[in-house]
């Protein structure tokens, strides 16, 4: 895998993924370097998905970070499966829904996984 000059897309932060496409067909060329331009309109396509995906998560009334795990992992199967986007950008865009969430004050994304709620209440009530 060759290293990218991540100072040719200012603005992208570095944890966004820029990389080319390692799925091309061995019989397509593939530049190995993605432009300006198509790599900032990935970018704000996935900013703005994020928003998509953070209203539609915190719609749902989940219990705790268990409940809300298995929420982003069927949403995250739905993008790759049923809209074919990048495994590696549907990755970025959950990980920047949790921070939505948590910013927000979502009770689900404020808990750690593996802690419910519910057995801890139930704990509380022995």
């Known amino acids: 895998m060759s290293t990218i000059d991540r100072s040719y897309y200012p603005g992208i932060p570095a944890d966004f993924p820029i990389e080319v496409h390692a799925f091309a ?12 331009e ?3 309109d990935d970018y704000e396509a ?10 539609v ?5 989940l219990a705790d970070a268990d409940a809300l795990e298995i929420a982003i992992a069927r949403e995250s199967q739905m993008l790759k ?15 920047r829904v949790r921070l939505l969430l948590k910013e927000a004050g979502h009770p ?6 593996g802690t419910s709620t519910h057995q801890d209440d139930k704990e509380q009530s022995q």
């Not at 996935?46 to 209203?55: N, P, T, V």
């Open 38 to 40: 198509e790599v900032q």
């Open 46 to 55: 996935m900013l703005e998905l994020s928003r998509q995906q953070m209203a």
């Open 108 to 113: 689900a994304a404020l808990q750690t996984p």
């Open 57 to 61: 998560l915190s719609a749902l009334q």
């Open 25 to 36: 067909p061995a019989s397509v060329q593939t530049p190995l370097q993605r432009s300006q």
């Open 81 to 95: 499966c049923y809209y074919g986007i990048w495994p590696a950008h549907v990755d970025w865009v959950m990980n």
